[in-house]
Every structure is written in structure tokens, then in C-alpha cells.
């Protein structure tokens, strides 16, 4: 009641509907209480469209017809509401007008219904990104910050019209939107998959889905004879899509995050870099694994050549090429020659899931040159006159560089700790362990080093000295570089790995308390036997006491009873029958005189 417009977008869930149709019939209902004119607008969806028969198949849909619309069953109730609207609208339209909105698919920022394939292109994880159905429907579109244009320009200028479309000029398909996304973001491929599949992903809602499927070719008539709108996106999401994934990475916060790890041979570079891709999910880059995957890459196109006069040149040219790497190989110890690692490494960085995600980048470059060639150091003059780093250089540049050192007794000393097997896998024979060592140590007391290119640059430098491998060292050395780079920059666990990560932990709770279960029983079974056997060992212990008791108070108690047996048992039974034949009136102290008389002691 206190707002003059009120605005209600029923385009994302459907419980809005419900919402906004009380909303505009508690306004309707209490226009004799306005203070002023207001104004209801409802954003609806083209879904309200999606079963409309068209007139001619090369004609589009357009707003001046919208009475023709036809709803997908699922948005019957959006229908139902605009039709409402509409009616509320025309009571008093000086006193309470309302407007309805039909939006196009939104995407810009958060990515609305397109989210899934921003998402799956985004982490990499799938070869081909989907699309349901044949992907030859035309999906209207329109940016977000133009569908606010559109409802900006409604409450500016109140048109006659009260039904108006918001959709951009473009008229991609599915598969045109899905295409663009994946090359974009993603591995550039799609696989075309029945429709009935888009039911069976979690990440797509039934709304989305049936979105997502729409076939419809429209045109927003009246906002070109009314309004002269600031398009941001008026030719559609793929036209756009350089814009569109920059303002998605930002809105999610999908900021990558690139490092490069550098230091002597042996100090953990390798150990330290795994780790970080692990908390952070980057990928981890190595010269090692870029020239394995390069020798595969070519060798696959060389073996899987199709037949055919173009394949045969073509793969002569990979077999030529194949071959002159391989030599450079041997030529270089493994390696190969400067223009040509540098190159494979920034192809390496510029591919989508390093750009998307981000990198660590494990001992490279050695050398300044190097450095140089690989991130276009150059620097070039904008309009305004100031320098700035080349685009190229902004993507592959990293935010944070590692310096890591250690002395050489240490180095050397772990090495000679190391295992056989890693000793060979890594190189580290003694002579060339040592003189890598020494290559390394020269090239950083020169002027320009590596580190002091990228000291120049602004380049955050954490320099780390490596004393300890003991774990408590290595954690607080982890903390310290997580406190520099931050949190990580990329989507949290789906539900999935949610409810993956409650299950595993609920069966390590399981399998905890039913270890402690079996300890503790175990414990009290050991416990019982341990006191049956003392119990025992007591028993027999006291048995054998009280028999040598007894055989010691029978040998004590011999002497008394033969003196009792020879001397005092007589007179007592003399005493005793005399008692019987007297019978006195008290026995007691009659039995005690005739004991006194008769004692055979008393001299």
C-alpha cells in the first residue's frame, strides 16, 4: 500500500503464482483507500506461448496478438494469473493499472535457466555437454538488465498497450545457445541426447526443463514502437557471449586462481603444488606431464589417420612433426628446446579449464627469458596514455608466486633419504641432482631472475624457506600459503557430493563406533578370561593355605589333646556322673567342687 509500483516476477518458481495473484487482488480490492495512482506489473514468461499454433511458419509471434496465446500445460496458471492481471487492470486504469510482461528466458549474471550449461562447461568434468531433444527449437531470449530496461521504461512512460513482449532480436536455437556455451567455457563439444534424459538431472527443474524445449519464433513489436531502449544484448545471448561468461564468472565468483611454484630441485615443489590443486581444484601443471600428453596427442592422430589423400598429407605433416620433437628430446635431456616448451606451456594455459578454474604452475619458468616469452611481458599504451600488460598476459599471468628455498646440505640430504624408485623416477642421481643444483643456483644471482621479473610486474611474492619435512612443519607451511591466496574461487560441493560426503562420513561414524563396539567387547572378554584365571589361580592358592593351616593346627593341637584325652577327660566324666547321681540343686557349682576336689594336680 505504500508503493507506488509494485512488481512481481512469477518466471522462476511457480509458488510465485499464488503470491502474486493475491498480491494484485489486495490491491484491487483496496483501490478506494489509494492516496495516489499505482501501478502492478507482472513478469511472466513465454511459456504462456509455448503451445500457440502460428498463422505462417516464416511469420513470428508478436505482442499485437497475444489474445492467440496458447499455454504449455505446466503454466496454465501463469496464464491464468496474466488474464487476471489484465482484467484488475481495467476497472479504473487512472487509479490502478497493471501490465503484464511476457519475459523471453533470461540469462545474464546468474545464468537462470541456462545455469546448467554454464555450470557443466565451467568444471570440465563431461567431454561433451548435452543438449536435450534435436536442439533445432528456437528459444527466445533476453538479458536481465534489459528486461529491466523494458519494466523501467513501463513505469516511465505507461503505455497503451498493457501486454507487452520483452524478448531480444536473436533467434538462436538450443543447439546454437549450447554450442557457444561449451566452446566458451568447455571442451567445445556437444552430444545430442533424447529428451526424456534432461528428467533424470538434478540440476534441471521441471520448469527449466519445459523451458528449455520451447519452440518459439517472436518478435517484441511494441517495444520497438514505444520505447527506444539502451540494448545491452540486443542480438541475443551467443552474439554476446564474451560478456555474458564475464559477468557469469564474476556474479558466481568463478575467479581463477594462478600460481607458480618455484625453487631448487628437491625442496617439494611437486608435493607442495599437489596440494594446493587439491584444496583449491586447480590444475596442476608440469613440464613432465605437457610434453607426455603433447608425444600421446600426436601419436593418437598419427595411428587413428583416416584414409584419404588430405589425411595422408595431413598426417605425414603430425609424423614429421612427432619425429623432430623426439629428437629434440634426446637432444635436450628430455626436454625440449626454449620457443617450443614455452609455446606447448602457454597453449597449456590458455585452454579453457586452466582459464575457467585456474593453475599451478610446477617449476616453470627457469629461466627470464623464459618468463618473458611466455607472458608477454610487454607492456603497450592505452588512449589515455597509460601503459598496460597485454590481454594475452592477463589471462596466463599468476597472482601469486612461491618462491621456495632451502640450504643445499638439506637438499641433499633428502634426496639421499629418498627411495630408490623416486630417485630414478625424478632424476636425482647424484652427478645430476648436483649439477642441477648448481644451473639453478646460478641463474638466480644473476640481475634478472625470475623472481625479480616478477617482482617488477606487482606480482604477490611469498617467499617460503623449507627446513623441516616433518607433518606439523608442512601444515603450518599449507596455512600460511592458504592464508595468502584466500578461499577458493569456485563452485562448493553439488548435492551429490553433499549428500557422497554425508554417506561416507555417516559409514565412517558406522564403522568408528563399531570398532570402539568390538574394542570395548574385546577388552571385556580379555578382562573376564584374565578374571576367571586370577579367580582360579586365587582359589587354588587359598585351598592349598587352608590345607597347610589345618595341617599346621593339627600338629599344634596334638599334645593338647592327648593331655585332654589323659587328664581332663576322666575326671569330667566322673564329674558329670556323679552330678547324674546326685542331682543337685545346682549342678554347675556341684560340678565345679567335685573338679576342684578331684583335680589330680592339687597338691
Given at each position: 500500500?505504500?508503493?507506488?509500483?509494485?512488481?512481481?516476477?512469477?518466471?522462476?518458481?511457480?509458488e510465485?503464482?499464488?503470491?502474486?495473484?493475491?498480491?494484485?487482488?489486495?490491491?484491487?480490492?483496496?483501490?478506494?483507500?489509494?492516496?495516489?495512482?499505482?501501478?502492478?506489473?507482472?513478469?511472466?514468461?513465454?511459456?504462456?506461448?509455448?503451445?500457440?499454433?502460428p498463422?505462417?511458419?516464416?511469420?513470428?509471434?508478436?505482442?499485437?496478438?497475444?489474445?492467440?496465446?496458447?499455454?504449455?500445460?505446466?503454466?496454465?496458471?501463469?496464464?491464468?494469473?496474466?488474464?487476471?492481471v489484465?482484467?484488475?487492470?481495467?476497472?479504473?486504469?487512472?487509479?490502478?493499472?497493471?501490465?503484464?510482461?511476457a519475459?523471453?528466458?533470461?540469462?545474464?549474471?546468474?545464468?537462470?535457466?541456462?545455469?546448467?550449461?554454464?555450470?557443466?562447461?565451467?568444471?570440465?568434468q563431461?567431454?561433451?555437454?548435452?543438449?536435450?531433444?534435436?536442439?533445432?527449437?528456437?528459444v527466445?531470449?533476453?538479458?536481465?538488465?534489459?528486461?529491466?530496461?523494458?519494466?523501467q521504461?513501463?513505469?516511465?512512460?505507461?503505455?497503451?498497450?498493457?501486454?507487452?513482449?520483452?524478448?531480444?532480436?536473436?533467434?538462436?536455437?538450443?543447439?546454437?545457445?549450447?554450442?557457444?556455451?561449451?566452446?566458451?567455457?568447455?571442451?567445445?563439444?556437444?552430444?545430442?541426447?533424447?529428451?526424456?534424459?534432461?528428467?533424470?538431472?538434478?540440476?534441471?527443474s521441471?520448469?527449466?526443463?519445459?523451458?528449455?524445449?520451447?519452440?518459439?519464433?517472436?518478435?517484441?513489436?511494441?517495444?520497438?514502437?514505444?520505447?527506444?531502449?539502451?540494448?545491452?544484448?540486443e542480438?541475443?545471448?551467443?552474439?554476446n557471449?564474451?560478456?555474458?561468461?564475464?559477468?557469469?564468472?564474476?556474479?558466481?565468483?568463478?575467479?581463477?586462481?594462478?600460481?607458480?611454484?618455484?625453487?631448487?630441485?628437491?625442496?617439494?615443489?611437486?608435493?607442495?603444488?599437489?596440494?594446493?590443486?587439491?584444496?583449491?581444484?586447480?590444475h596442476?601443471?608440469?613440464?613432465?606431464?605437457?610434453?607426455?600428453?603433447?608425444?600421446?596427442?600426436?601419436?593418437d592422430?598419427?595411428?587413428?589417420?583416416?584414409?584419404?589423400?588430405?589425411?595422408?598429407?595431413?598426417?605425414?605433416?603430425?609424423?614429421?612433426?612427432?619425429?623432430?620433437?623426439?629428437?629434440?628430446?634426446?637432444?635436450?635431456?628430455?626436454?625440449?628446446?626454449?620457443?617450443?616448451l614455452?609455446k606447448?606451456?602457454?597453449?597449456?594455459?590458455?585452454?579453457?579449464?586452466?582459464?575457467?578454474?585456474?593453475?599451478?604452475?610446477?617449476?616453470?619458468?627457469?629461466?627470464?627469458?623464459?618468463?618473458?616469452?611466455?607472458?608477454?611481458?610487454?607492456?603497450?599504451?592505452?588512449?589515455d596514455?597509460?601503459?598496460?600488460?597485454?590481454l594475452?598476459?592477463?589471462?596466463?599471468?599468476?597472482?601469486?608466486?612461491?618462491?621456495?628455498?632451502?640450504?643445499?646440505?638439506?637438499?641433499?640430504?633428502?634426496?639421499?633419504?629418498?627411495?630408490?624408485?623416486?630417485?630414478?623416477?625424478?632424476?636425482?642421481?647424484?652427478?645430476?641432482?648436483?649439477?642441477?643444483?648448481?644451473?639453478?643456483?646460478?641463474?638466480?644471482?644473476?640481475?634478472?631472475?625470475?623472481?625479480?621479473?616478477?617482482?617488477?610486474?606487482?606480482?604477490?611474492?611469498?617467499?617460503?624457506?623449507?627446513?623441516?619435512?616433518?607433518?606439523?612443519?608442512?601444515?603450518?607451511?599449507?596455512?600460511?600459503?592458504?592464508?595468502?591466496v584466500?578461499?577458493?574461487?569456485?563452485?562448493?560441493?553439488?548435492?551429490?557430493?553433499?549428500?557422497?560426503?554425508?554417506?561416507?562420513?555417516?559409514?565412517?561414524?558406522?564403522?568408528?563406533?563399531?570398532?570402539?563396539?568390538?574394542e570395548?567387547?574385546?577388552?571385556?572378554?580379555?578382562?573376564?578370561?584374565?578374571?576367571?584365571?586370577?579367580?582360579?589361580?586365587?582359589?587354588?592358592?587359598?585351598?592349598?593355605?587352608?590345607q597347610?593351616?589345618?595341617?599346621?593346627?593339627?600338629?599344634?593341637?596334638?599334645?593338647?589333646?592327648?593331655?585332654?584325652?589323659?587328664?581332663?577327660m576322666p575326671?569330667?566324666?566322673?564329674?558329670?556322673?556323679?552330678?547324674?547321681?546326685?542331682?543337685?540343686?545346682?549342678?554347675?557349682?556341684?560340678?565345679?567342687?567335685?573338679?576342684?576336689?578331684?583335680?589330680?594336680?592339687?597338691?
Amino acid at each position: 500500500m505504500d508503493c507506488d509500483v509494485v512488481i512481481y516476477n512469477i518466471t522462476q518458481h511457480a509458488e510465485q503464482v499464488e503470491e502474486a495473484l493475491w498480491a494484485v487482488s489486495a490491491l484491487h480490492n483496496e483501490m478506494s483507500h489509494f492516496s495516489g495512482p499505482k501501478m502492478f506489473i507482472l513478469v511472466s514468461t513465454v511459456m504462456t506461448w509455448a503451445c500457440s499454433k502460428p498463422v505462417n511458419h516464416d511469420v513470428p509471434f508478436t505482442d499485437e496478438i497475444f489474445w492467440r496465446r496458447r499455454a504449455h500445460p505446466n503454466f496454465k496458471p501463469h496464464i491464468d494469473l496474466e488474464r487476471r492481471v489484465v482484467k484488475m487492470g481495467k476497472t479504473n486504469r487512472t487509479l490502478f493499472s497493471t501490465y503484464v510482461v511476457a519475459s523471453g528466458l533470461q540469462y545474464g549474471m546468474g545464468e537462470q535457466t541456462f545455469h546448467f550449461f554454464f555450470k557443466t562447461s565451467w568444471l570440465g568434468q563431461e567431454q561433451e555437454i548435452p543438449v536435450f531433444g534435436d536442439g533445432n527449437n528456437i528459444v527466445p531470449t533476453i538479458h536481465i538488465n534489459d528486461l529491466a530496461c523494458v519494466i523501467q521504461n513501463v513505469i516511465e512512460r505507461q503505455p497503451k498497450p498493457y501486454y507487452l513482449l520483452a524478448v531480444d532480436n536473436s533467434n538462436n536455437t538450443m543447439e546454437d545457445i549450447v554450442k557457444t556455451v561449451a566452446s566458451s567455457l568447455g571442451p567445445g563439444k556437444i552430444q545430442k541426447r533424447p529428451f526424456e534424459e534432461a528428467f533424470l538431472t538434478q540440476d534441471l527443474s521441471v520448469m527449466e526443463i519445459d523451458s528449455l524445449l520451447v519452440n518459439l519464433h517472436m518478435e517484441a513489436v511494441h517495444l520497438k514502437e514505444l520505447y527506444s531502449i539502451s540494448w545491452l544484448c540486443e542480438s541475443g545471448l551467443v552474439e554476446n557471449i564474451d560478456l555474458v561468461v564475464e559477468e557469469y564468472k564474476q556474479t558466481r565468483g568463478l575467479l581463477p586462481i594462478r600460481l607458480c611454484v618455484l625453487g631448487p630441485p628437491a625442496v617439494g615443489k611437486s608435493t607442495l603444488s599437489r596440494q594446493i590443486c587439491k584444496y583449491y581444484k586447480l590444475h596442476h601443471i608440469t613440464l613432465k606431464e605437457i610434453i607426455s600428453g603433447t608425444i600421446s596427442q600426436l601419436e593418437d592422430k598419427v595411428k587413428n589417420a583416416d584414409p584419404g589423400a588430405e589425411n595422408e598429407d595431413s598426417a605425414a605433416e603430425t609424423k614429421e612433426l612427432l619425429n623432430s620433437l623426439k629428437d629434440s628430446m634426446e637432444q635436450y635431456g628430455g626436454l625440449w628446446d626454449d620457443p617450443l616448451l614455452v609455446k606447448v606451456v602457454k597453449e597449456k594455459l590458455m585452454s579453457n579449464p586452466c582459464r575457467n578454474q585456474g593453475f599451478v604452475l610446477d617449476g616453470f619458468p627457469k629461466t627470464c627469458e623464459q618468463a618473458k616469452e611466455l607472458f608477454y611481458s610487454e607492456e603497450h599504451e592505452t588512449e589515455d596514455g597509460t601503459s598496460q600488460i597485454s590481454l594475452c598476459s592477463k589471462k596466463i599471468m599468476p597472482e601469486f608466486v612461491l618462491c621456495l628455498d632451502a640450504s643445499d646440505a638439506f637438499l641433499k640430504d633428502r634426496v639421499m633419504n629418498l627411495p630408490e624408485r623416486l630417485v630414478q623416477e625424478l632424476n636425482y642421481r647424484q652427478e645430476h641432482f648436483l649439477r642441477r643444483l648448481a644451473r639453478y643456483r646460478e641463474n638466480n644471482v644473476e640481475d634478472e631472475t625470475v623472481v625479480n621479473y616478477f617482482d617488477e610486474l606487482d606480482i604477490s611474492l611469498l617467499f617460503l624457506e623449507i627446513t623441516s619435512s616433518h607433518e606439523p612443519d608442512c601444515l603450518l607451511l599449507m596455512q600460511k600459503i592458504f592464508d595468502t591466496v584466500g578461499q577458493p574461487r569456485n563452485y562448493g560441493p553439488s548435492s551429490q557430493e553433499v549428500e557422497e560426503g554425508e554417506r561416507r562420513k555417516a559409514e565412517e561414524r558406522m564403522r568408528r563406533e563399531a570398532q570402539e563396539k568390538a574394542e570395548e567387547e574385546r577388552w571385556e572378554a580379555e578382562e573376564a578370561k584374565q578374571g576367571a584365571a586370577h579367580w582360579e589361580q586365587w582359589t587354588k592358592v587359598l585351598e592349598e593355605v587352608r590345607q597347610q593351616e589345618e595341617e599346621l593346627l593339627e600338629a599344634q593341637t596334638v599334645s593338647m589333646r592327648n593331655y585332654l584325652m589323659e587328664y581332663v577327660m576322666p575326671t569330667l566324666t566322673q564329674g558329670l556322673i556323679e552330678c547324674c547321681m546326685a542331682q543337685p540343686q545346682d549342678p554347675v557349682d556341684f560340678l565345679a567342687e567335685f573338679l576342684i576336689k578331684s583335680n589330680p594336680f592339687n597338691y
